[in-house]
């Protein structure tokens, strides 16, 4: 089983070990210290006794002169002095038992000895008379007598005092060999000791200072956007901050990504403009909304991507953004590098930190063109509904007010044309219903096998009259073909693109209508030698509200909205629409409707939302 040890715990044990380890020393050290003062002591003992036993033989041979003394002399001197030397041998047994008293062994050996001691005594004591008399005969054998005691003692003493020899020897062999385990185990000490402080110094370098400055270096790659070092190992305080930076490293890395992600996803350009006003940072999305690169833009002046008419406002805005350091908003034009213009929606604010304009520019170009459509549209619609009904009211106040009572024929002529500006009063709120219609997806259509001469035929009846107005030709040839479709839907479509081209078509002109077929399907072409369509606006004249020229729902009428409608239904049956064209060289519009193959009616489709 692993053990969990944070820094504290390791600390701990750390000084523990040294502590631990110290105290086992000393305790070792004062176990050998008291031996060798035990030692120490025995030794001392042992050279006491011995001492002792040279000054208790050194007392009898005294007694022995003495004795010699007297017997040669006779004088009191010698007398006195073997009276002494006899008590120096009383004083010196009794040291020698005070000396041996903490021996049970020695007491033993030592009552033997004092024993042959106060024996030889007792006699020399009843033999002192003849000391007192004087008598040289009697004093020879007293002289005979203290040295065979003296020999008994010493014969006595041989074992006590070789063994206090061997003691003597084996105390000082021992403190030396005391002496050496102690300077041996204080090397030993001081030995581990230094190898238990290497180790702490190697422990908080390596565990602690080291991977305190991992954790440093860590912080300087994270703030420079560096790999991490590898995550650190254990299971302490620094290992778990380790863990947690890693953790924190990698969710901004993941919080960074989606940021990057979200501005490089960006449809707005998102860029930072120095106080120079030069671009420091430009967001992807300026390839696809301006048409320069990033790398383009950096360290170039934005005002020099903005249109001539609208430069000096730009850098009113922007100057006044940097000084009063508040939130802007502009718009201007931007010019791509194919010279088509951009028009852009510019939010920002200044940052003092980073001394930079924080801008987001979002293209426009679409709400400026349906602002500009609905501009269109609402003169187109006050032109197409104010100038009929005008007309209409005008001539009812006049058949009100009796103008023409006597004038029949100018009534006649007169209600023809209020006629006309009402059907195109009706066929505009027609085309508007439609649209809602088609919108809301409501709009069904219901095919079935159609003679598509037959589509041709209605739709060129519905437009004859308007055609012989302008003296225009409509041609056509039979084709004799079936298609799948709805007829009534397919008459709208047809009669829409007849009435532009009749309306788009000089007198005495004329307009081709032909059929085609194809592998699957049959292609209706209207072909007119009117004034042609412009290559850019090919593409979206079959977009709603739409017309080449804005004067054309003028001067011509129209709202904008037939050739969306026609587009619409045209995608419903399952077939295409499109056009050809030259400018002053006339257009030829067709589309496509699935042939008929098995003459089965098929359900009915709902158009969808244009």
């Excluded at 863990?243 to 998102?270: G, Q, Y």
Aim: overall charge negative; glycine content about 6%.
């Amino acid at each position: 089983m692993r053990l969990k040890l944070n820094i504290g715990h390791k600390g701990l044990i750390f000084a523990a070990v040294p502590l631990i380890l110290s105290l086992f020393l000393l305790l070792n050290l004062l176990n050998m210290l008291g031996e060798s003062v035990r030692e120490t002591e025995r030794q001392h003992k042992a050279r006491e006794i011995l001492k002792r036993h040279g000054e208790l033989m050194l007392s009898f041979d005294r007694a022995l002169l003495a004795l010699g003394g007297l017997s040669v002399t006779g004088t009191h001197f010698d007398s006195d002095r073997y009276a002494q030397a006899v008590k120096g041998i009383q004083t010196d047994l009794e040291e020698f038992k005070r000396l041996v008293v903490d021996s049970q062994e020695r007491q033993a050996q030592f009552a033997e000895i004092e024993k042959i001691a106060n024996d030889g005594l007792s006699e020399l004591a009843e033999a002192k008379s003849a000391i007192d008399r004087q008598e040289a005969a009697a004093i020879d054998k007293l002289r005979g007598l203290l040295q065979q005691t003296k020999e008994n003692v010493e014969h006595a003493l041989q074992k006590l005092i070789e063994d206090e020899v061997k003691v003597d020897q084996n105390s000082a062999l021992r403190n030396s060999q005391s002496s050496e385990q102690l300077r041996q185990w204080v090397f030993l000490g001081i030995l581990l000791n230094v190898i238990l402080a290497a180790a702490t110094v190697l422990f908080f370098s390596r565990g602690i200072t080291n991977r305190l400055k991992v954790m440093t270096d860590n912080s300087l790659r994270l703030a420079t956007g560096r790999p991490l070092n590898a995550q650190l190992n254990g299971d302490d305080e620094i290992a778990e901050m380790d863990r947690v930076f890693h953790r924190m490293a990698a969710e901004l890395a993941e919080a960074a990504r989606k940021e990057r992600a979200m501005i490089e996803n960006a449809v707005d350009v998102i860029c930072t403009i120095t106080e120079e006003g030069k671009f420091l940072e430009v967001s992807p999305a300026s390839k696809t909304v301006w048409g320069y690169a990033p790398e383009e833009l950096i360290g170039q002046r934005c005002i020099t991507l903005v249109s001539e008419a609208e430069k000096e406002s730009t850098l009113e805005s922007i100057n006044a953004a940097m000084a009063s350091k508040q939130p802007f908003t502009m718009e201007n034009r931007l010019m791509r590098p194919d010279g088509t213009a951009v028009d852009l929606s510019w939010s920002g604010c200044w940052s003092d930190r980073d001394e930079a304009l924080f801008c987001v520019a979002r293209d426009v170009t679409e709400r400026k063109k349906v602002e500009q459509l609905k501009r269109d549209f609402v003169a187109m619609i006050s032109h197409d509904l104010r100038t009929p009904l005008s007309s209409v009211q005008i001539y009812l106040e006049m058949v009100s007010e009796g103008f023409f009572d006597s004038k029949l024929d100018e009534l006649r002529r007169k209600a023809k044309f209020s006629e006309a500006d009402v059907s195109r009063l009706i066929n505009l709120i027609n085309n508007l219903l439609d649209i809602e219609k088609m919108e809301a997806g409501k709009m069904e259509i219901s095919t079935k096998p159609i003679d598509a001469d037959e589509i041709v035929a209605r739709s060129i009846n519905s437009v004859q009259s308007l055609a012989e107005r302008k003296n225009i030709e409509l041609r056509y040839e039979e084709f004799h073909t079936t298609v799948m479709a709805d007829e009534e839907q397919l008459v709208q479509v047809l009669v829409n693109l007849l009435s532009n081209a009749i309306k788009f078509t000089e007198a005495t002109h004329f307009i081709d209508v032909k059929i085609v077929n194809h592998e699957d399907c049959a292609e209706f072409q209207v072909i007119d030698q009117g004034r042609g369509i412009s290559p850019e606006f090919k593409d979206k004249i079959f977009d709603r509200f739409q017309q080449v020229e804005l004067q054309d729902a003028r001067e011509k009428g129209g709202s904008g909205l037939g050739l969306a409608i026609c587009k619409a239904i045209v995608v419903a049956h399952g077939g295409e629409i499109g056009v050809e064209s030259e400018l002053n060289k006339g257009s030829k519009f067709w589309f496509r409707i699935p042939l008929h193959k098995e003459h089965v009616a098929m359900p009915s489709k709902t158009l969808e939302k244009i």
